[in-house]
């Protein structure tokens, strides 16, 4: 599993690149030096804090299909509606630099909006899940209610409960602005998505605060994938039980941990067998290329950008990203300028800017994509 961790540390290391343009970049670092910071609250590596992933599985059971309908709406709701997510105005705070002093960062606005329930099923419903699937972890029960995905990224809503109160994922609305809910030092385990051992996802998670309780937290998980996946590729969840809490396996020696990793039971779930959302493309040739559904959206930087090879593996370079549809109306997913941030969770892998929204987008009524200044007709 080492391995598997140490490639996603090298991907989710490249927004954090020290450069000699680090200092313009405190808002892009604001969520990752904020959820190190909750992480551990030590001076620890990103890399060590991946370095073991952990959790059990004792019992599997499927959800009688006579409730799923509920559930599938809970998906839609979850992942793309705004019953229970609030929208936030630019936030302006002062943070840590680790260095005795404060640094300047702004949070970027966040705008949720309505899902229409009947339009969901219509784009996406035939490549949702079935039915949940429940495990017991130890005192935690983790109910993954629903998944879906593309080539690019996927969507994960799962519930995780456990009686006097959950211990091993912290999160508030505070990380729903920031990098997402983290597992705790006090965990005994761990999940994570991924396709084999060579692509893994890196992952934001939110938490509906309005129906989650001190036993049981909602949970909206947004995806991509650390590369493209091929045809065929399942993605699955693995998950493995530590024979003590995470704080203490970061604690551990070297020598230590060897021997411990020894007891550390796994196993991995195959999420879903409905297949791969549809992804289109829109090919420039060397004026640019980027492939798009109605979930996410990848970019390929090195092409029609202006960027050097470095600059286009730096998702820094995006400033601006906007889906215009045929009516007239336009989502406008990331804009820099104007401190927007309209995703799930934005990643860098290669020359790939990869972004998963958080509302779904008709594919059918797009009339251009634009990247920075590089229009993509559609159609």
């Known amino acids: 599993m080492r391995e598997a961790e140490k ?106 909006v309505a899902v229409d329930e009947a339009k969901a099923e219509e784009l996406i419903g035939q490549w949702v899940m079935d039915e949940p699937i429940v495990k017991k972890i130890g005192e935690h029960t983790l109910t993954i209610e629903s998944f879906a995905y593309d080539k690019n990224g996927a969507l994960l809503y799962f519930t995780l409960e456990r009686e006097g109160g959950v211990k091993a994922l912290a999160g508030d609305a505070d990380t729903n ?88 039971r796994t196993e991995t779930l195959e999420l879903t067998d409905k297949g791969q959302i549809p992804v289109m493309s829109a090919d420039l040739g060397e004026d640019g290329y980027l492939e798009y559904s109605p979930v996410s959206v990848s970019v390929d930087m090195s092409k029609g950008m202006g960027l050097s090879e470095e600059e286009a593996q730096d998702p820094y370079y995006l400033k601006h990203l906007e889906i215009k549809y045929k009516d007239g109306s336009s989502y406008i997913v990331s804009d820099k300028e104007q401190n927007i941030e309209n995703n799930g969770y934005v990643l860098g892998a290669d020359v790939w800017y990869k972004t998963v929204f958080n509302r779904l987008v008709d594919t059918d009524e797009i009339s251009e994509i634009i990247v920075n200044e590089v229009s993509f007709p559609i159609g």
């Open 7 to 112: 490639k996603m540390s090298d991907i989710l290391s490249q927004d954090v690149q020290v450069s000699d343009v680090v200092n313009k970049r405190l808002q892009d670092t604001y969520e990752i030096i904020k959820r190190r910071q909750e992480i551990t609250g030590r001076k620890r590596t990103y890399k060590k804090n991946l370095r073991v992933a952990a959790a059990a599985l004792i019992v599997c059971c499927a959800v009688p299909s006579v409730v799923y309908a509920s559930v599938k709406s809970g998906f839609f709701e979850g992942m793309f509606g705004n019953s229970t997510k609030k929208s936030t105005s630019v936030i302006h705070r002062e943070i840590d630099d680790g260095k005795g002093g404060k640094v300047a960062v702004d949070i970027p606005s966040k705008e949720f």
């Open 177 to 264: 602005l920031t990098k997402g809910a983290v597992f705790t030092d006090d965990a005994d385990f761990y999940f994570y998505v991924n396709c084999g051992e060579d692509i893994v996802a890196g992952e934001n998670i939110y938490i509906d605060m309005e129906k989650s309780t001190e036993d049981k937290l909602y949970c909206s998980e947004y995806l991509l994938w650390s590369e493209r996946l091929g045809e065929g590729d399942v993605p699955q969840i693995s998950i493995e039980e530590y024979p003590c809490t995470r704080g203490e396996l970061y604690d551990m020696s070297e020598e230590e941990y060897q021997e411990t990793s020894a007891k550390i």
